[in-house]
């Protein structure tokens, strides 16, 4: 996994790790919500299968496989 080195304001550090406790996460749970929702913001897929449904674009509709019936299992009484 890539990584990157990222200064914050030390008032900008304090505010994130409130909110990081706040909501009982790490610091990398509230930056993977914040890139998410920036690459979301700009129309870019976030994963790897949001990317191939935009790119079969119409067709990348998910449908259902229908279910095979189970065969009972039941023992016949004697």
Avoid: C, I, N, Y
């Amino acid at each position: 996994m890539p990584g990157k080195r990222v200064q914050f304001h030390d008032e900008t550090w304090a505010s994130l790790d409130m909110l990081a406790r706040d909501r009982m996460m790490d610091f990398q749970e509230l930056a993977d919500e914040a890139f998410r929702d920036l690459l979301k913001k700009h129309g870019r897929p976030a994963s790897l299968k949001e990317a191939l449904r935009r790119s079969a674009g119409a067709s990348a509709d998910v449908v259902p496989f229908k279910r095979k019936k189970k065969a009972s299992t039941r023992r016949k009484r004697r």
